[in-house]
């Protein structure tokens, strides 16, 4: 008995108790979903038919500048975010449009949002809440808030400020704590000090205790040694093995009937082994993000059709079959933007089948 039948999770996207059923189902069953970063409607349908294909959920993220890719690079992203809202809403409003034809759930999430992008936040809660008045759901699923890099203090007290925001909402909100290392949406963290990307047990406890009492729809980010992006392998060591000392403090703290009391994200995913893979989630992660090598992928398959096809390419009409065969079939974004979709699906079924979430519907 698989998600679908066993807790009645509805297909398309998904809110509030469901998120919570989705999540609590993979905690126990060991899997995590992999949070596919979309730009276009072209990422959205590869990572939908991928999910589909493999017979499992998906989560689908818009970053902030993904959000504005979505909006357009022709329209204006001042410190205000016109362009991340209007693309982060436009994505959510196509995405819950076309998700229900794919007939798997999908949760929709946003990703990074550091401080100075609040705005950003600011403006989707808008929307959410205007969708919620009208529909009784909000707009996404779930929003992140990366606050890392400020005191740890200010960070749970920024979050518990928009976890209130949320909760009436049901909405879910990922938190990070911790410096995930590396580069990613011009935040370069790779120069920093070692202990640092390691999350204290103490951090996780009182998060735990600060969230609790206003909602249940949340899940944290923790430092393990986890880098943004793909780089050869350096100093920094990948430490899973931390997050079940996190879930056995928090058990001990708190008692109850369940030994993983936390939800873990597992951020800068890309490029990490299956053991490690493996390990965390067996902790109690249930969300990973792989937008490196999605992008990647994405690329082979058309970079492997533009060079195979290149004396096709030229011009409209003539190839090396004759020099008035026309090259429309060849040219058609259809047939080569497609062969990015398919390699992309290919590389999310790889990371549905290696955090064991193929085959959980
Ligand atoms: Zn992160």
Redesign the pocket.
């Known amino acids: 008995m698989g998600l679908l039948d066993e807790l009645n999770i509805p297909v398309g996207v998904i809110y509030g108790d469901d998120v919570l059923k989705l999540f609590e189902h993979a905690r126990k069953n060991g899997y995590a979903l992999p949070a596919c970063n979309v730009t276009s409607s072209s990422t959205v349908i590869a990572a939908l038919e991928a999910a589909r294909d493999a017979k499992s959920a998906i989560i689908l993220q818009t970053s902030q500048g993904g959000a504005a890719y979505f909006a357009g690079k022709g329209i204006k992203n001042t410190e205000k975010q016109e362009a991340s809202i209007a693309g982060s809403i436009a994505a959510a409003h196509y995405i819950r449009a076309i998700a229900p034809s794919y007939g798997i759930p999908v949760v929709l999430h946003t990703d990074?949002c550091a401080k100075k992008l609040l705005p950003w936040l600011d403006g989707m809660l808008d929307a959410d809440e205007a969708f919620f008045k009208a529909n009784g759901v909000p707009l996404f699923s779930s929003h992140m808030i990366?606050l890392s890099e400020e005191p740890v203090e200010e960070n749970i007290e920024t979050c518990v400020k928009y976890l209130k925001r949320a909760a009436p909402m049901k909405q879910w909100l990922e938190m990070?704590i911790g410096i995930?290392g590396g580069e990613e949406d011009g935040v370069d963290n790779s120069g920093v000090d070692n202990s640092a990307l390691y999350t204290q047990p103490e951090d996780i406890y009182a998060i735990q205790q600060a969230f609790s009492p206003i909602s249940k729809y949340f899940s944290i980010?923790a430092g393990f040694g986890n880098v943004?992006g793909v780089y050869s392998p350096g100093n920094v060591k990948l430490h899973p093995e931390l997050l079940g000392k996190h879930q056995a403090y928090v058990h001990e703290k708190i008692g109850g009937e369940e030994k993983k009391p936390v939800f873990f994200v597992f951020?800068?995913g890309s490029g990490s082994s299956l053991e490690e893979y493996q390990e965390a989630i067996s902790h109690g992660v249930v969300k990973v993000n792989v937008d490196t090598d999605l992008q990647f992928a994405y690329l082979a398959g058309i970079r492997d059709y533009i060079t195979n096809n290149i004396e096709y390419l030229k011009t409209q009409v003539g190839n090396p079959e004759g020099a008035n065969k026309p090259n429309k079939k060849k040219y058609d974004p259809r047939v080569w933007v497609r062969e990015g979709e398919k390699t992309m699906a290919s590389r999310i079924t790889q990371s549905l089948k290696d955090f064991n979430a193929a085959g959980t519907l």
Do not use: P
């Open positions: 990074h990366d990070e995930t980010a943004h951020h800068g």
